[in-house]
Structures are given as C-alpha cells and as structure tokens.
C-alpha cells in the first residue's frame, strides 16, 4: 500500500474508534442544594412526578438537545429517547402540569445555567467541565 493510502485507511480507524467511544451521562445540580439525588428520585424529577427538592425550591430541569450522549441519558434515567421525553413534556406543559425543561445546544452553557439556578438539575457528559456544580449521580 503507498503511503496516502495507509494516511486514509489509519484516519478512518481513528475516526471510527473515537465515534465509538461514549461519554458517560452526569447528572449535575447547582453546588447549593443539599438534597440527595438517587436513581428513583432523579427520574421523578425528570419526569416531572416530583417538582420540588426536598428543601422546597421548584426543579428545573436542563438538558441537551440533538446531543446523542445525553440522549443515552434520557433513556437510562427516564426509559424515553429524546423525541418521547419531550412529548411527554409538552403534553405536561400544555396541560398545565409541568414546565417544558431548558433545552441548550452547549454543554457550556446548560453548566452556566446550572451554576447560577438553585433548583436546576443538568443532564451532561462527564467529559465536560464540571467546575462549579456538583455531580449527583
């Protein structure tokens, strides 16, 4: 094989291993509330069952749209993919009974909203800077 062949066929591997690795999900909660936060209770929380931490401040609930990592996240905390999370939402929203979660397209900025909401909850990927909030799950 010459050698701009070998050049393609090693990038192709390369970008085939790294679209395979996954960033696991992280729940992040503003570093002010003291509640706890256990499997059960995130998801009551996610799927809006729960609107309130314990201390009595209103939850909000911030995720990533289009974001295939946090997608994951929805699925293993909620049972739902991305499209019936916010169906589900809206249904809540439009009935009344809930608030349709901040979607964001920058994990940056879903961790800025975060940092400087008490009652918010996030749903990110450990790979993104966690300074200022703490991690929950």
Same mark, same amino acid.
């Given at each position: 094989?010459?050698?701009?062949?070998?050049?393609?066929?090693?990038?192709?591997?390369?970008?085939?291993?790294?679209?395979?690795?996954?960033?696991?999900?992280?729940?992040?909660?503003?570093?002010?509330?003291?509640?706890?936060?256990?499997?059960?209770?995130?998801?009551?929380?996610?799927?809006?069952? @729960?609107?309130?931490?314990?201390?009595?401040?209103?939850?909000?609930?911030?995720?990533?749209? #289009?974001?295939?990592?946090?997608?994951?996240?929805?699925?293993?905390? =909620?049972?739902?993919?991305?499209? @019936?999370?916010?169906?589900?939402?809206? @249904?809540?929203?439009?009935?009344? @009974?809930? =608030?349709?979660?901040?979607?964001?397209?920058?994990?940056?900025?879903?961790?800025?909203?975060?940092?400087?909401?008490?009652?918010?909850?996030?749903?990110? =990927? #450990? =790979?993104?800077?966690?300074?200022?909030?703490?991690?929950?799950?």
């Amino acid at each position: 094989m010459n050698a701009p062949i070998k050049s393609l066929v090693a990038a192709g591997i390369a970008f085939v291993s790294a679209s395979m690795i996954h960033a696991a999900p992280a729940v992040v909660v503003n570093p002010e509330n003291a509640d706890s936060v256990d499997a059960d209770i995130l998801s009551a929380y996610l799927i809006g069952k @729960r609107k309130f931490w314990e201390s009595g401040g209103e939850v909000i609930i911030a995720v990533l749209k #289009d974001d295939a990592d946090a997608n994951g996240a929805l699925q293993q905390f =909620t049972k739902m993919d991305d499209s @019936r999370f916010k169906s589900h939402w809206q @249904r809540l929203a439009f009935s009344g @009974r809930g =608030t349709m979660p901040k979607q964001f397209s920058d994990p940056a900025a879903l961790l800025a909203f975060v940092k400087v909401n008490k009652g918010a909850i996030g749903l990110v =990927t #450990d =790979t993104a800077d966690l300074s200022g909030v703490k991690k929950v799950n």
